[in-house]
Protein backbone atom coordinates (compact mmCIF):
# COMPACT_ATOMS: atom_id res chain seq x y z
CA UNK A 1 0.00 0.00 0.00
CA UNK A 2 1.07 3.43 -0.68
CA UNK A 3 -0.50 6.69 0.75
CA UNK A 4 0.55 10.21 0.24
CA UNK A 5 0.33 11.45 3.32
CA UNK A 6 1.20 8.35 5.27
CA UNK A 7 3.65 6.64 3.80
CA UNK A 8 3.96 3.20 2.24
CA UNK A 9 2.94 -0.18 4.14
CA UNK A 10 3.11 -3.65 3.79
CA UNK A 11 2.25 -7.58 4.62
CA UNK A 12 1.27 -10.78 3.46
CA UNK A 13 -1.94 -13.02 4.84
CA UNK A 14 -1.03 -16.36 5.09
CA UNK A 15 -3.80 -19.39 4.82
CA UNK A 16 -3.34 -22.72 6.07
CA UNK A 17 -5.12 -25.98 5.24
CA UNK A 18 -3.97 -28.74 7.87
CA UNK A 19 -6.29 -31.23 6.77
CA UNK A 20 -7.57 -33.57 9.80
CA UNK A 21 -6.01 -30.22 12.24
CA UNK A 22 -8.13 -27.55 10.52
CA UNK A 23 -7.24 -24.04 9.52
CA UNK A 24 -5.06 -21.48 10.19
CA UNK A 25 -4.65 -17.80 8.99
CA UNK A 26 -1.71 -15.76 9.53
CA UNK A 27 -1.97 -11.68 8.83
CA UNK A 28 0.85 -9.27 9.27
CA UNK A 29 1.04 -5.65 8.34
CA UNK A 30 4.10 -2.69 9.06
CA UNK A 31 3.75 0.64 8.04
CA UNK A 32 6.15 3.82 9.01
CA UNK A 33 3.68 6.49 9.59
CA UNK A 34 4.73 9.54 8.09
CA UNK A 35 2.10 11.80 10.18
CA UNK A 36 0.51 9.40 13.03
CA UNK A 37 -0.67 12.86 14.44
CA UNK A 38 -3.41 12.87 11.78
CA UNK A 39 -7.07 13.04 12.56
CA UNK A 40 -5.38 11.61 16.09
CA UNK A 41 -5.54 14.97 18.49
CA UNK A 42 -5.94 13.14 21.79
CA UNK A 43 -3.70 10.27 21.16
CA UNK A 44 -0.65 10.16 19.16
CA UNK A 45 0.40 6.73 17.99
CA UNK A 46 4.07 5.67 17.23
CA UNK A 47 5.72 6.32 13.79
CA UNK A 48 6.43 2.93 13.65
CA UNK A 49 2.77 0.85 13.25
CA UNK A 50 2.34 -2.89 12.80
CA UNK A 51 -0.09 -5.89 13.46
CA UNK A 52 -0.37 -9.73 13.70
CA UNK A 53 -3.49 -11.80 13.41
CA UNK A 54 -3.74 -15.69 14.24
CA UNK A 55 -6.86 -17.42 13.91
CA UNK A 56 -6.97 -21.40 14.17
CA UNK A 57 -9.98 -23.59 14.42
CA UNK A 58 -9.90 -27.45 13.96
CA UNK A 59 -12.05 -30.27 14.84
CA UNK A 60 -9.58 -33.11 15.23
CA UNK A 61 -11.89 -35.54 16.31
CA UNK A 62 -15.60 -36.67 16.60
CA UNK A 63 -16.92 -33.72 19.28
CA UNK A 64 -13.94 -32.23 20.13
CA UNK A 65 -13.20 -28.51 18.68
CA UNK A 66 -10.11 -25.76 19.19
CA UNK A 67 -10.42 -21.96 18.32
CA UNK A 68 -7.73 -19.28 19.14
CA UNK A 69 -7.02 -16.05 17.87
CA UNK A 70 -4.16 -13.99 18.72
CA UNK A 71 -4.34 -10.47 18.14
CA UNK A 72 -1.32 -7.85 18.37
CA UNK A 73 -1.61 -4.30 17.88
CA UNK A 74 0.94 -1.78 17.89
CA UNK A 75 -1.29 0.83 18.99
CA UNK A 76 -4.66 1.40 19.73
CA UNK A 77 -5.81 3.21 16.61
CA UNK A 78 -4.42 0.94 13.93
CA UNK A 79 -7.19 -0.34 12.71
CA UNK A 80 -9.40 3.03 13.30
CA UNK A 81 -6.52 4.29 10.95
CA UNK A 82 -6.23 1.59 8.17
CA UNK A 83 -8.76 -0.70 8.76
CA UNK A 84 -11.82 0.80 9.17
CA UNK A 85 -14.02 -2.29 8.15
CA UNK A 86 -12.16 -4.37 11.27
CA UNK A 87 -12.88 -1.87 13.28
CA UNK A 88 -16.37 -1.20 12.74
CA UNK A 89 -16.48 -5.06 13.28
CA UNK A 90 -14.37 -5.68 16.33
CA UNK A 91 -12.53 -2.42 17.97
CA UNK A 92 -10.88 -4.36 20.16
CA UNK A 93 -9.85 -7.69 19.33
CA UNK A 94 -9.24 -10.04 22.14
CA UNK A 95 -6.52 -13.27 22.03
CA UNK A 96 -8.06 -16.21 23.47
CA UNK A 97 -8.11 -20.00 23.47
CA UNK A 98 -11.32 -21.94 23.49
CA UNK A 99 -11.25 -25.88 23.66
CA UNK A 100 -14.70 -27.67 23.54
CA UNK A 101 -15.59 -31.18 24.01
CA UNK A 102 -18.80 -32.41 23.77
CA UNK A 103 -20.47 -35.74 25.20
CA UNK A 104 -23.89 -37.44 24.94
CA UNK A 105 -25.29 -35.52 28.08
CA UNK A 106 -22.93 -32.91 29.06
CA UNK A 107 -20.29 -30.65 27.45
CA UNK A 108 -16.91 -29.29 28.85
CA UNK A 109 -15.98 -26.11 28.01
CA UNK A 110 -12.28 -24.51 28.40
CA UNK A 111 -11.37 -21.18 27.81
CA UNK A 112 -8.30 -18.72 28.65
CA UNK A 113 -8.27 -15.24 27.33
CA UNK A 114 -4.95 -13.08 27.96
CA UNK A 115 -3.91 -9.38 27.98
CA UNK A 116 -1.31 -8.54 25.02
CA UNK A 117 -2.41 -5.19 24.01
CA UNK A 118 -1.85 -3.36 27.66
CA UNK A 119 -4.16 -0.25 25.88
CA UNK A 120 -7.16 -2.29 26.17
CA UNK A 121 -8.60 -3.09 29.27
CA UNK A 122 -9.00 -7.04 29.64
CA UNK A 123 -10.74 -9.74 32.36
CA UNK A 124 -8.03 -12.23 31.39
CA UNK A 125 -9.66 -16.04 32.40
CA UNK A 126 -6.95 -18.34 33.52
CA UNK A 127 -8.40 -20.24 32.77
CA UNK A 128 -12.40 -20.86 32.77
CA UNK A 129 -13.49 -24.21 32.94
CA UNK A 130 -17.17 -24.87 32.76
CA UNK A 131 -19.11 -27.96 32.91
CA UNK A 132 -22.59 -28.32 31.06
CA UNK A 133 -25.22 -30.79 31.88
CA UNK A 134 -27.61 -31.17 28.77
CA UNK A 135 -31.44 -31.60 29.95
CA UNK A 136 -32.24 -35.47 30.68
CA UNK A 137 -34.27 -37.16 32.15
CA UNK A 138 -33.97 -38.72 35.53
CA UNK A 139 -33.84 -42.07 35.32
CA UNK A 140 -38.02 -43.40 34.46
CA UNK A 141 -39.30 -40.50 35.79
CA UNK A 142 -41.66 -37.31 34.33
CA UNK A 143 -38.66 -35.39 36.28
CA UNK A 144 -35.57 -33.38 33.76
CA UNK A 145 -32.58 -32.04 35.71
CA UNK A 146 -30.01 -29.48 34.00
CA UNK A 147 -27.11 -28.21 35.70
CA UNK A 148 -24.20 -25.74 34.91
CA UNK A 149 -20.97 -24.95 36.69
CA UNK A 150 -17.63 -23.09 36.46
CA UNK A 151 -14.64 -22.66 38.24
CA UNK A 152 -11.97 -20.02 36.84
CA UNK A 153 -9.54 -17.37 38.09
CA UNK A 154 -9.76 -13.72 36.91
CA UNK A 155 -7.55 -11.31 36.30
CA UNK A 156 -9.28 -7.50 35.42
CA UNK A 157 -6.17 -5.68 33.45
CA UNK A 158 -6.94 -1.60 33.21
CA UNK A 159 -5.73 -0.35 30.04
CA UNK A 160 -2.32 1.46 30.60
CA UNK A 161 -3.06 5.30 29.33
CA UNK A 162 -1.22 8.39 30.08
CA UNK A 163 -3.52 9.62 33.06
CA UNK A 164 -4.54 6.10 34.05
CA UNK A 165 -2.80 5.15 37.37
CA UNK A 166 -1.57 2.12 37.64
CA UNK A 167 -1.80 -0.62 40.67
CA UNK A 168 -5.45 -1.13 39.86
CA UNK A 169 -5.13 -4.37 38.60
CA UNK A 170 -6.61 -7.13 41.07
CA UNK A 171 -7.54 -10.86 40.80
CA UNK A 172 -10.13 -13.67 41.98
CA UNK A 173 -11.03 -16.92 41.78
CA UNK A 174 -14.47 -17.94 41.07
CA UNK A 175 -16.51 -21.40 41.65
CA UNK A 176 -20.13 -21.08 40.74
CA UNK A 177 -22.78 -23.69 39.93
CA UNK A 178 -26.29 -24.06 38.68
CA UNK A 179 -29.09 -27.08 39.29
CA UNK A 180 -32.07 -27.10 38.14
CA UNK A 181 -35.06 -30.09 38.09
CA UNK A 182 -37.97 -29.62 35.82
CA UNK A 183 -41.40 -31.22 35.39
CA UNK A 184 -42.91 -30.80 31.71
CA UNK A 185 -46.26 -31.20 31.00
CA UNK A 186 -48.49 -30.86 28.34
CA UNK A 187 -52.36 -30.30 28.56
CA UNK A 188 -55.21 -30.33 25.90
CA UNK A 189 -52.33 -31.14 23.29
CA UNK A 190 -51.19 -27.46 22.86
CA UNK A 191 -50.62 -25.79 26.86
CA UNK A 192 -46.81 -26.36 27.76
CA UNK A 193 -46.42 -25.75 31.71
CA UNK A 194 -42.70 -26.39 32.88
CA UNK A 195 -42.65 -26.25 36.93
CA UNK A 196 -39.20 -26.08 37.89
CA UNK A 197 -37.13 -25.96 41.02
CA UNK A 198 -33.25 -24.79 41.12
CA UNK A 199 -30.60 -23.05 42.99
CA UNK A 200 -27.29 -21.53 42.42
CA UNK A 201 -24.50 -20.99 44.07
CA UNK A 202 -21.39 -18.98 43.81
CA UNK A 203 -18.03 -18.61 45.81
CA UNK A 204 -15.24 -16.36 45.24
CA UNK A 205 -11.89 -16.40 46.55
CA UNK A 206 -9.72 -13.86 48.22
CA UNK A 207 -8.93 -10.52 45.67
CA UNK A 208 -5.39 -9.95 45.33
Known amino acids: DYRTSRGAAGGADLNLHLGQWGEAA ?3 YYLHDKDPNYDN ?21 TNLNFNAQVNYLSDSLI ?8 Y ?19 SVDVLTVVQI ?12 VQLTGFRQQVFDTPLYYESKSSIGYYNREFAVTNGVPTGLDYAAGRFDTYHQVTLPQTFF ?8 VGGRWSYYGEET
Not at 117 to 128: C, G, I, Q, W
Not at 189 to 196: A, D
Request: glycine fraction near 6%; aromatic fraction near 16%.
Open 41 to 61: PAVVPPANRQLFGLGYNATPY
Open 189 to 196: GWLNVIPR
Open 26 to 28: LKY
Open 117 to 128: NDFFETVERLPD
Open 88 to 106: RQNPQPSTFLEINRLFDNF
Open 79 to 86: LHDFFQGA
